[in-house]
């Protein structure tokens, strides 16, 4: 059945199952790939978008529980003060190996900072705990987030 | 399965032969492929082509994993080439070993592989430009001079850009690649600094780079299901109530072979979206054939090799001296059993791919660390010539190993064939955990001896391993040569084999990531024995000399070890810090891929026995050159933490001939909470540049076992980590 969504600020119509989970609504249905498959069942986070700026677990977010809720992914996060800033840290401190998780933590990165505009190392931790990297490059990803919100980056 | 190169020998062979197979025929490649080309682009060779605009494109040959190839080697070429890094786009080479030689990643090797034959790649091009600037102004080619990608002919003030140059250049014949000039270290622009890889702004807003991301014009998308004893047969499958779902296009089962790394029996289903295969295969109701595999079990395999502990072994691997006497002569000595569990690579991009079968081409797209054994895999599965498959490499999230083997690959390319549509394939994260090549568990059962003056007297082990006809299973082996061998005079390796119908297979530093663990905790256990500090046990260990064994074959450089063993104990403050109680200090050391690498782990044990890593300090020896220490850190901070992680959580168990575990809440990645700092030093020695992707990764595991111990008193010798036994209340 057809399910109106409103993604990265445009009302878009995806013709999927009920039931569907958002990741797949927008991987297979609406062509947007940022976020990642990795699990299924909201174990790793490569998946999270945000909807109504909250991050969610797109793979386990069925498509009739979006409703008028505005999707907005890694696509879209640019666009945003704080999602700017995360991606160019993100970019500059050369944090991604594979990059596979990255869109899901920086929507979780982004997320932190809208909520704290300077989280603590325990605000990273408890923020960033749903999104793994099996590159394991959290170390940077600490860094970038320190950098993004304009505190003092330890090397 | 094929994984020769992540083997000893086969490394060597490789390296001996590598510069001939890929660069040196490149350079009569020059004309190359244009078809693809834009008609005013100029090529100089299979690397490197530029605009007349002054913009540069170099070819990365390798596949990308996140190893950082896509940059490191087009990085090379492009210091030689004397170029601004703002003027090139690198470009995924498709898998094209004719033009490229062997296209792998793997082994750590594409550095020592390509450092010197893709800088002579760029000094061709260099050269070849020079030669058009001295033409053109009729002067001397020793009178140009370059620098960012322009020409100068000081002394009539001419200059003129590479890119104005090109179409000249490219009609020159190309020079010799074995007597082109090379820079002096010294003047690097390029190698050395920290270059964020070249993806990253793709990377960083979703672009979709990934195996995957792909979209094929008309493609279905399909899964396929296996069953849980590894290559057990279909006995029965629903075929129809799968094809009664909504999307769903096909259903079949594939009869597939006994090979456990080709094309395994199993049923496919192809949809209209993933989805609706993913729901389909579970109306499926398959019913698996019996397989003699289902009778073997983790818990088998540990009677087993308790018993095999007991007995005579198979073979003797080495002997050296007399380790009965060496025993005797000890003050003391230590008897341990130690063992390693069966892991998973758990990629996080599950393992997909992309196939469209039209006019008897085969058209793949492949997340691959190993594309031409998989196209190769694929043409003898589906009884096709080679030549008909073409073979697009996409970025891989994640490989540690698991893509060297095209399972996927080739079951994507039959369900695509038989479906008559280009497919998609993409796995489950349980499909991944339960059919992956893990990396084999395995026993040592140790016993060791001491002197009064810290000396290792006797070292005797008892290696369980699994392996079928007497030969070691993929990536169960042990080297004759692995440390301490050739450092104890009296050294004794037997060796048992336990039969195994589990797929396994190479994971990052495959050996090394759990022999490590073996050989420097015991080695700890010495130290203690003897009262000794576990630093200055170690390099008395490592002795006074500079090379042991035969340099560039079984050659371990002790002297290049105990640097890094000085540098990290120094950088850790081993022996200066007062450390609170529950916490200690641990130090490890490992060779491998040609790296020389010492950790210091500091961790704290609370009282409920949770393990808590404080610190890790490194110290790396990988010669003269770090190629990219963007790169090249992240590597190492992240081998070190994939070390700790596998140690403190990973184990797959088997029962019944399959794996448990099939998903992150019963297979625990480490998670940034318990991601610890980890500071990275390079000891700079003038030796040829090796690589990172993997030799970071062993003494991790060692080292918090060994900080463990010296935090609690308690031992750690079996993996993952018991925290239950470190409890102190």
């Not at chain 2, 800088?119 to 430009?129: P, S």
């Not at chain 2, 807003?205 to 296996?226: E, R």
């Not at chain 2, 096709?384 to 698991?402: E, K, N, Q, V």
């Not at chain 2, 990396?439 to 290696?463: K, N």
Request: charged fraction near 20%.
């Amino acid at each position: 059945m057809v399910f109106k969504i409103n993604v990265n600020g445009k009302s878009q119509n995806v013709d999927v199952e009920e039931g569907t989970p958002l990741l797949w609504a927008l991987r297979d249905g609406l062509g947007i790939l940022g976020p990642k498959f990795g699990c299924g069942v909201g174990q790793c986070g490569a998946c999270t978008v945000h909807v109504d700026g909250q991050p969610v677990r797109s793979c386990s977010l069925p498509i009739e529980a979006v409703g008028a809720g505005k999707v907005v992914t890694i696509e879209g996060i640019g666009a945003t003060a704080n999602g700017k800033k995360i991606q160019a840290a993100w970019t500059e401190l050369d944090v991604a190996q594979c990059g596979y998780c990255q869109p899901g933590q920086i929507m979780s990165a982004t997320a932190l900072l809208n909520a704290t505009p300077k989280p603590a190392d325990a605000d990273i931790d408890a923020a960033m705990s749903g999104n793994i990297c099996r590159c394991a490059t959290y170390v940077r990803i600490r860094a970038a987030i320190k950098q993004a919100s304009g505190q003092k980056v330890e090397a | 399965m094929a994984d020769g190169f992540t083997e000893g020998a086969s490394r060597r062979d490789l390296l001996k032969t590598g510069a001939l197979a890929g660069g040196l025929m490149l350079s009569f490649s020059v004309a190359g492929k244009t078809d693809a080309a834009p008609a005013a682009e100029a090529k100089l060779n299979a690397y490197v082509s530029l605009t007349p605009d002054n913009k540069v494109t170099i070819v990365s040959k390798n596949p990308e994993i996140g190893q950082g190839i896509k940059t490191s080697l087009p990085m090379i070429i492009a210091e030689e080439f004397d170029v601004d890094w703002a003027q090139v786009t690198t470009k995924q080479a498709d898998g094209d070993p004719a033009t490229y030689g062997r296209q792998f990643a793997g082994g750590s090797m594409a550095t020592p592989l390509h450092w010197d034959e893709l800088r002579r790649v760029g000094a061709a091009g260099r050269a070849m430009i020079v030669a058009a600037a001295a033409q053109t102004w009729n002067v001397p080619v020793a009178e140009c001079t370059t620098a960012l990608g322009v020409v100068y002919h000081k002394a009539s003030g001419k200059k003129a850009t590479y890119g104005s140059l090109a179409a000249k250049a490219a009609t020159l014949p190309a020079p010799d690649l074995k007597t082109v000039p090379l820079k002096d270290a010294k003047d690097y622009k390029i190698l050395g600094r920290f270059m964020p890889q070249v993806d990253s702004a793709g990377l960083v807003t979703g672009k979709p780079l990934f195996g995957i991301d792909v979209v094929v014009p008309g493609m279905l998308y399909a899964t396929f299901d296996k069953a849980p004893v590894f290559g057990a047969k279909v006995a029965s499958a629903d075929l129809a109530a799968a094809k009664a779902v909504k999307g769903v296009r096909h259903a079949f089962i594939v009869e597939g072979g006994t090979e456990l790394s080709g094309l395994l029996p199993g049923v496919a289903v192809v949809a209209d979206s993933w989805w609706q295969a993913h729901k389909a295969r579970e109306k499926l109701n398959i019913q698996w054939a019996e397989h003699p595999t289902s009778k073997q079990s983790t818990t088998d395999y540990d009677a087993q090799a308790l018993a095999l502990s007991k007995a005579a072994p198979l073979r003797t691997e080495r002997n050296d001296g007399d380790v009965a006497a060496g025993m005797k002569a000890a003050s003391k000595t230590v008897e341990a059993a130690y063992s390693y569990p069966f892991i998973a690579h758990a990629a996080l991009e599950p393992m997909n791919c992309t196939a469209a079968f039209k006019d008897g081409k085969l058209e793949i797209w492949a997340p691959t660390q190993n594309p031409e054994p998989g196209r190769q895999l694929v043409a003898k599965t589906l009884g096709m010539d080679p030549a008909a498959i073409s073979l697009h490499m996409t970025r891989c999230g994640g490989g540690f190993g698991r893509r060297l083997a095209n399972d996927y690959m080739v079951e994507a390319a039959w369900i695509a064939k038989q479906a008559g549509a280009p497919v998609k394939l993409v796995w489950s994260r349980e499909d991944d955990l339960r059919h992956d090549f893990y990396r084999p568990g395995g026993y040592h059962f140790l016993s060791g001896g001491v002197d009064a003056s810290g000396a290792v007297t006797a070292w005797r082990d008892h290696f369980v391993s699994f392996g079928n006809d007497g030969k070691f299973a993929s990536s169960a082996g042990m080297s004759q040569n692995e440390f301490p061998a050739r450092f104890v005079p009296n050294f004794r390796y037997d060796l048992s084999l336990i039969p195994t119908g589990v797929p396994t297979g190479p994971l990052r530093a495959p050996g090394s990531n759990a022999l490590s663990f073996v050989m420097q905790s015991f080695i700890d256990e010495l130290a203690h024995a003897a009262g000794a500090d576990p630093v200055a046990f170690r390099l008395k260990l490592l002795g006074d000399g500079a090379m042991v064994g035969t340099p560039g074959q079984s050659g371990y450089a002790a002297d290049r070890m105990r640097g890094v063993v000085k540098l990290a104990a120094e950088k850790a403050g081993w022996g200066k810090t007062k450390l609170p109680k529950g916490t200690g200090m641990g130090i490890a050391f490992h060779f491998s891929h040609m790296g020389y690498f010492a950790e210091v782990v500091q961790a704290t044990v609370a009282a409920d026995g949770a393990v808590k890593v404080d610190k890790v300090w490194v110290a790396a020896d990988v010669g003269r050159q770090i190629i990219n220490p963007a790169g090249g850190i992240n590597q190492v901070q992240g081998s070190v933490l994939d070390g700790l992680s596998a140690a403190l959580g990973q184990l797959i168990t088997i029962e019944n001939g399959a794996a448990v575990q099939g998903n992150f809440g019963d297979y625990p990645l480490m998670r940034i909470a318990d991601a610890p700092p980890v500071e990275v030093h390079f000891l700079i020695t003038d030796n040829p540049p090796t690589g990172l992707g993997e030799p970071a990764l062993p003494p991790a595991p060692p080292a918090l076992c060994n900080a463990i111990f010296a935090a609690t008193g308690k031992r750690i010798r079996s993996l993952p980590i018991n925290t239950e036994a470190l409890k102190s209340v």
